[in-house]
């Protein structure tokens, strides 16, 4: 069973930064699709973002444009989520995951369409 892995959660005070990672041990991200989704208590997983294997196109939800960067380092089998300018409702637990079906984002992004998915990470905005 693959599993992806997930850091750099953590508590920040509003506007300020943090950088996720997803690593994916024993499984080569390279050729797919990964996204970035996020869930809050209560509150369905969204996608927040994606990024294509291919030239690396990359796709935004529109909550977190402008904000948020996604990036991936092929050779190193890691994929980014730079966050910036956080908010109080940037507050979630925060999941990779992998497309094996696509190479590229195809918004809007279906959950059911990733099959590796890593555990999460928090992330908690507050002052």
């Known amino acids: 069973q693959v599993q992806l892995v997930e850091s750099g959660g953590g508590v920040v005070q509003p506007g300020g930064s943090l950088r996720l990672s997803c690593a994916a041990p024993?499984?080569?991200?390279?050729?797919?699709?990964v996204g970035w989704f996020r869930q809050a208590p209560g509150k369905e997983r969204e996608a927040v973002s994606c990024?294509?294997?291919?030239?690396?196109?990359?796709y935004y939800g529109d909550s977190v444009k402008g904000r948020f960067t996604i990036s991936r380092d092929n050779a190193n089998n890691t994929v980014w989520l730079q966050m910036n300018s956080l908010k109080p409702e940037d507050t979630a637990v925060y999941y990779c995951?992998?497309?094996?079906?696509?190479?590229?984002?195809?918004?809007?992004?279906?959950?059911?369409?990733?099959?590796?998915w890593g555990q999460g990470t928090q992330v908690t905005v507050s002052s």
């Open positions: 024993g499984f080569t991200v390279d050729g797919y699709a």
């Open positions: 990024i294509s294997s291919n030239f690396g196109k990359t």
């Open positions: 995951a992998a497309n094996t079906m696509h190479s590229f984002c195809a918004p809007p992004l279906h959950l059911d369409e990733y099959d590796y």
